[in-house]
Nanobody, 129 residues
């Protein structure tokens, strides 16, 4: 059974930090790139970041570059999203997802949600004073 389980969300003040985790099971983890998406109420789902499988290349939306860092622990089948300098506009439900793609293809497809194979259930991140 494929599972992607997010954790680490919550309420944080502007300027604060959170670290999201995405624990994966039920599929061959090393063959998949793992991405993070977010969706705020009334808005479209937005690609946030992605990390490729074999070479560990990383990709970020312009809105989070320099503030968010994605990493993966292959031994634990877990991907992390370190979020610093959080802003109220970062408030959303955050989802992790897996796409079966070689590193060379990830650069072109990482932001295309429709191409992802598996999704987590999502976790709320609220940035508010």
């Amino acid at each position: 059974q494929v599972q992607l389980v997010e954790s680490g969300g919550g309420l944080v003040q502007p300027g604060g930090s959170l670290r999201l985790s995405c624990a994966s099971s039920g599929f061959t983890y090393d063959y998949y790139a793992i991405g993070w998406f977010r969706q705020a109420p009334g808005q479209e789902r937005e690609a946030v970041s992605c990390i490729a499988n074999d070479d560990g290349s990383t990709y970020y939306a312009d809105s989070v570059k320099g503030r968010f860092t994605i990493s993966r622990d292959s031994a634990e089948n877990t991907v992390y999203l370190q979020m610093n300098s959080l802003k109220p506009e970062d408030t959303a439900v955050y989802y992790c997802a897996a796409v079966g793609a070689a590193a060379s293809a990830t650069a072109y497809i990482w932001a295309k949600a429709d191409l992802y194979d598996y999704w987590g259930q999502g976790i709320q991140v609220t940035v508010s004073s």
